[in-house]
């Protein structure tokens, strides 16, 4: 990075000199930065550029709406979509931005969040963001006030509530087990497939809560897996699937196996009779299990270490 506060040497180079004039010149933009992959310091070729702007926070709403018109004025722009889950999210609106002559993974990802989420001062912030911000590892282009070295304030989750939460999150894992009978035993690969995949994400999740409370509202892969016993993590994340329904059936057997484990070693092992017996009905369903068993069995061992 340069003394002016830019990167050079990278595609991103040109779009942020063009960009960021029409950025710092407008009066509710309080900062800019770059975070993500960029920020951190770990991008690779493939890497999108991560743009985050904080403003006041009484214009999130109208300074998102003009995003794509603001980035259309500074550089040629193909496509610009807002990220619809967080459309009415009061704290944060992603814009996804495809670039004219730049191939679809050079493109621009662009947060746009209130001053007090910058801040870290949200009440409403959850885990993944306030984390990115406790890391503090980011290229600040435009911080006038110095607002991004604002101390964070202290985040404490009461225990009663990540208890709860790792309770209703175990409760919803077994209900997804139960959705995923249906498809297995009719032979439909793609919903066990999709039924796998959500309780996959949701296992990582869990495991990561049960060992840090910190990690409530996080839901950033990567961040969750430094708080999971390594082999677990390999074991959720490599598992090899095939192209046949039974590789995806010895797979949820794993899980399974997981969840049971998990389930016990918090005492929620009578948390729902209906989530149980669709367990043990699935369990009944299910290949034999010895071999899964004893790889996860090794697991669990180092989790608890």
Not at 149 to 170: F, I, M, Q, S
């Amino acid at each position: 990075m340069s003394p002016d506060g830019h990167i050079h040497g990278e595609w991103w180079d040109s779009i942020i000199s063009q960009l960021m004039p029409h950025l710092a010149s407008r009066a509710e933009v309080c900062a800019v930065w770059i975070g993500g992959s960029v920020g951190r310091g770990e991008s690779d070729e493939w890497s999108d550029l991560d743009l985050y702007i904080a403003v006041e926070d009484e214009s999130l709403a109208r300074f998102s709406a003009r995003i794509s018109s603001l980035v259309a004025a500074a550089v040629p722009v193909s496509f610009a979509a807002e990220f619809s889950p967080l459309r009415d999210n009061s704290t944060e609106r992603v814009w996804f931005v495809f670039l004219l002559n730049h191939p679809p993974y050079q493109k621009l990802d662009i947060h746009v969040q209130t001053r007090s989420a910058a801040v870290g001062s949200d009440s409403r912030l959850g885990g993944m963001q306030l984390r990115d911000l406790a890391a503090r590892r980011r290229i600040v282009l435009h911080d006038p006030d110095e607002l991004l070295e604002t101390p964070l304030p202290p985040r404490a989750v009461p225990p009663e509530h990540a208890v709860a939460v790792l309770g209703d999150l175990l409760a919803t894992i077994g209900a997804t087990f139960g959705l995923l009978m249906g498809p297995l035993w009719r032979g439909d690969y793609w919903a066990s497939l999709s039924h796998l995949d959500t309780i996959r994400r949701d296992l990582i999740y869990a495991l990561a809560l049960e060992r840090d409370t910190e990690a409530v509202g996080d839901n950033y892969l990567k961040r969750l897996a430094a708080s999971i016993a390594p082999d677990l993590y390999a074991t959720l994340t490599t598992a090899r699937i095939g192209a046949d329904v039974q590789s995806l059936a010895r797979i949820a057997g794993t899980f399974l196996t997981m969840y049971e484990h998990l389930c016990t070693r918090v005492g929620l092992v009578d948390a729902s009779p209906y989530i149980l017996i669709h367990v043990a009905q699935l369990r009944a369903a299910l290949p034999p299990l010895a071999s899964f068993a004893e790889s996860v069995d090794e697991g669990v061992a180092a989790q608890r270490l």
